[in-house]
């Protein structure tokens, strides 16, 4: 199995009784043999190959031309970064360095990334006789080149294995979806690249707050990447397209270009237009064909013949950060968010509108609401916002120096509520039981497969957030009775 026709035959020649002679070609052994037998005779080479980690090893000059001195020569070797695995250290890695050494009198790279190895999403090393084996051409065939990608370098912690499922791959082609969409919704409001537009000019506290989120995403990946750390690198872009540009600028932004103000609006469409420039540079190594495709879409877009994005500059810090900016966005952000998570522990039908009251409002906290109420209204789903005194029966969120509160009585059931909470609580608390005598028992740890182990710390991981929730909506419907 290992003759492989592309090897290196094994450059030894056999006289007739055996004798080995060993050359570069056949005129060389067959002088060997000569000035050996006193006689021109015939020789028999060895028909095999050697090994196939002598051809490896050969591999960052081979195929660059050598031994002739070729531009791509000259040009890759040797390169910067070499990626495997670490079950091939010895095999590879060393013999390459060694050949290159020898051959080049260089070493054929700086740096070594050794990557997890990919099991399956139970943990299992795969293999034919198990039939757990996950074929990477099967899962592009559904999901796309670019969500394998991706779910790969997410899932790059160092120094773990990576288990893989198709569950994730889905999970992040469905974040290729959002970026497509992010892109198409650009496209219908004439989001396009301008020239002219420089971000630190941005008036717009909107504006202002999502130019320094791009600056601290492109700082959080550029630095995970130079320390290759692609997971973090990965989950930095993912949250910032996901639940910062797309969850909350996007939505956010929507009133301002269906607004009367065209100063405000071009400056919108100019930085919406920006920010997705720079996170579409950011993506682009963990998803370059989605990111190509929607690079040239919008040099179309902007009359542009834009060159491909894989040669676009990576971006450059632009000191775009504002204090002012972060903290008034990062009220209105967590305002919604505590609404909504409330809502969502009360079991508050989605589509009632609620009221909203706020106490203990200091000057700066009314003149948010004043600036940002229209949002608060359509975004929280609010019937109404007021300043005054919770009543009775009123879920109470604490925000900042002001005391929120949600009047539910006659919303919802509140003794009911109470009722199912404590019973999910009850649910709950019985498999966390469960779950805590099975990881204290040391011979179920020390004799179950490691990945049975690993499944029920994560479900108690589980078990407990879940558990912390539900107790604070019980704390919180308990302090409104």
Not at 77 to 85: A, E, N, Q, R, S
Not at 219 to 227: H, I, W
Not at 297 to 306: F, V
Not at 335 to 356: D, F, H, Q, T
């Amino acid at each position: 199995s290992r003759q492989l026709w592309w090897g290196q035959q094994i450059p030894a020649w056999y006289g007739s009784d055996g004798k080995i002679f060993v050359a570069e070609d056949d005129a060389g052994a067959s002088a060997l043999a000569q000035d050996h037998y006193g006689k021109a005779v015939t020789l028999k080479r060895d028909e095999d190959v050697l090994d196939t980690w002598f051809s490896s090893a050969l591999w960052p000059f081979s195929t660059l031309g050598w031994p002739d001195h070729t531009p791509e020569l000259a040009r890759y070797y040797p390169t910067d970064v070499l990626v495997t695995g670490f079950d091939i250290i010895f095999f590879w890695v060393a013999r390459m360095m060694m050949m290159g050494l020898h051959v080049m009198e260089e070493v054929p790279f700086r740096d070594v990334y050794i990557h997890p190895l990919v099991r399956d999403e139970k943990g299992q090393k795969m293999s034919k006789s198990k039939g757990n084996v996950i074929d990477p051409l099967d899962l592009i065939e559904t999901y796309g080149a670019d969500a394998l990608r991706f779910t790969l370098a997410a899932m790059a912690a160092q120094g773990r294995d990576i288990k893989l499922s198709p569950a994730r791959v889905e999970g992040y082609r469905n974040f290729a979806t959002k970026l497509w969409n992010a892109a198409r919704f650009a496209e219908m409001n004439q989001c396009v690249p301008r020239g002219d537009f420089d971000p630190a000019t941005a008036k717009v506290t909107l504006n202002r707050w999502i130019a320094g989120e791009s600056e601290r995403a492109l700082r959080a990946v550029s630095e995970a990447l130079q320390a290759f750390r692609f997971n973090e690198a990965a989950g930095a872009i993912y949250h910032f397209v996901w639940h910062v540009y797309c969850d909350w600028y996007l939505e956010l932004i929507k009133p301002i270009l269906a607004g009367n103000d065209a100063e405000a609006a071009a400056e919108t469409r100019a930085m919406a237009a920006f920010v997705l420039d720079r996170a579409l540079k950011l993506l682009h190594p963990f998803m370059p064909f989605v990111t190509e495709e929607l690079w040239a879409k919008r040099a179309l877009e902007a009359e542009a013949s834009g060159s491909f994005l894989m040669l676009a500059p990576w971006p450059e810090p632009l000191g775009l950060e504002n204090a002012l900016a972060d903290a008034e966005i990062g009220w209105l952000i967590k305002l919604i968010s505590e609404v909504r998570s409330v809502r969502a522990e009360m079991n508050v039908p989605a589509g009632a509108k609620v009221p909203l009251l706020i106490a203990g409002a200091g000057e700066e906290t009314k003149a948010r609401v004043a600036r940002h109420g229209e949002t608060l209204l359509r975004l929280a789903r609010l019937d109404t916002l007021d300043f005054g005194k919770p009543p009775r029966g009123a879920i109470q969120i604490v925000l900042d120096e002001a005391t929120l509160a949600l009047p539910l009585a006659g919303i919802i059931d509140i003794d009911a509520e109470q009722k199912r909470l404590k019973r999910e609580m009850d649910k709950v608390g019985s498999e966390l039981k469960q779950l805590n005598a099975k990881l204290s028992n040391e011979k179920f740890v020390s004799r179950a497969p490691e990945h049975v182990v690993e499944e029920q710390r994560e479900r108690k991981v589980e078990a407990e957030a879940i558990a912390a929730k539900l107790d604070q909506a019980l704390k919180r419907l308990e302090a409104a009775l």
